[in-house]
Every structure is written in C-alpha cells, then in structure tokens.
C-alpha cells in the first residue's frame, strides 16, 4: 500500500499561510490524496483531495506535484481554530475503497 | 448532515472481557470502517465492510471481529479484552460509486480503557 509520511509538527503564525507538507512516492496512478484534520478529541474532519490537479475549495488548498509524489496542503489565512493534527491519506481501491492514513502533523497556529 | 454516532465515549472494561462497541449511520453509505487511534501511530484499520455482511481485515484485525447485520449498524467486538487494546476507537462511513468525493465521515470516538 502507498505510504505517506509528513513532518511531526509545524508552527504558523496566525493570519500567515500554513503549507502542510506529504510525501506520498509510492501511490499509484489511480489513487487519490486526500487531507483531514483532527481537533482534540473529535474525530477526523475532510479537507480536501484530489488526483493530478490542483485543488481549491472554502477551507484549503491542495498542489500536487507534476509526479505525485508529494503534495502540500495550504491553508491560506490561519486562524487559532486551526490548530489542530493534519492527516496526509492515500485512498487505495481494492474493488471498494480502503483509506491509508500516515501519522500526521501537529500544526499549532500562534497568535 | 451525515451523522456518524457511537455508542459510548468512554468505556472502562475488565482483562477477558467481550466488549462490544456500536456504530450507526444515517446517510445509507454502504462502507464502513474501524479504525484504532495511538499516539505516534496515527490511525490504523482494523476491519470495513463495503455491504451487509461483508467484511475485510484492515491491517490489525488480531483480537477483534465485526458484525454488519443492517446497513446503518458496524459494530466491533473484542472477544476477550486486552490491556493492549486500550485505545481510542473511531468509526467512519462513506458512500461508494464512481463520482462524488467518498469522503469519510468519521463518529467522534469511543476511548476504551482495559484495566
């Protein structure tokens, strides 16, 4: 199964972009990338994902390289709400869909 | 919305325990997951099911089972609890199909305490 590893934890100022990075270079070329996070004690909530291109919606977005092994999430303006764990997940088909989670990153958003 | 509900928590069971931990959907997705959650080992699964009784080993299923008798309803029994299956238990749904997002909908949790 595709791996994906990111790094343990980031610090972004409050206001600044945060860009989450993930390395995925063993996903395959029919599998999704897809970024959640998890606020304490809540289960983990959906970003966004994609394929090849890039990716924008309301809360992020996703730049994924021309290769696809690693990709960025980027959270515009960051606000304190944000501090949260940043999964990076892989979503492998096996003929339904079964989702790789790597251990993700601890994003703290300092005022 | 889609709601993903489970049963407890919080559960503090006893060593040798069967212990039974519940989860309901209500947005008729056909797949469900079990997850575990540890510190420093992010999220594994343990088993999903993609219909009514059908089911498929994650990559820890040792020590546990599950149960798909209706389509809402994904339960995870552990036969006989283990101080080792002390852990935070999350449960997930999503809709299958060759459009959409198939984005998880994840039940808040049930931390499990084995004593």
């Known amino acids: 199964d595709a791996k994906t590893t990111q790094p343990t934890s980031m610090d972004c100022a409050e206001g600044r972009a945060a860009n989450l990075p993930c390395n995925h270079s063993t996903i395959s070329g029919n599998e999704y990338v897809y970024w959640y996070r998890q606020i304490h004690s809540q289960g983990p909530q959906y970003i966004i994902h994609g394929l090849k291109n890039n990716e924008t919606n309301e809360m992020a977005s996703l730049i994924i390289t021309e290769d696809r092994k690693s990709s960025t999430l980027i959270l515009p303006h960051a606000t304190l709400r944000d501090t949260a764990v940043y999964y990076c997940i892989v979503r492998v088909e096996l003929g339904t869909y079964k989702y790789i989670f790597g251990t993700g990153t601890r994003l703290k958003v300092l005022a | 919305d889609v709601k993903v509900t489970q049963s407890s928590r919080y559960l503090v069971k006893r060593t040798g325990e069967k212990v039974f931990l519940e989860c309901v959907q209500d947005m008729d997705h056909e797949n469900m997951f079990w997850y575990r959650q540890d510190p420093g080992l992010g999220l594994r699964l343990i088993y999903f099911s993609y219909d009514v009784k059908m089911k498929e080993k994650g990559d820890i299923p040792e020590g546990y089972s599950v149960s798909r008798e209706k389509k809402e309803r994904f339960s995870l029994i552990l036969e006989s609890a283990s101080t080792n299956q002390t852990s935070m238990y999350l449960c997930?749904?999503?809709?299958?199909?060759?459009?959409?997002?198939?984005?998880?909908?994840f039940g808040p949790g049930t931390r499990l305490t084995v004593t």
């Open positions: 997930a749904s999503t809709s299958p199909g060759t459009s959409g997002s198939h984005e998880q909908y």
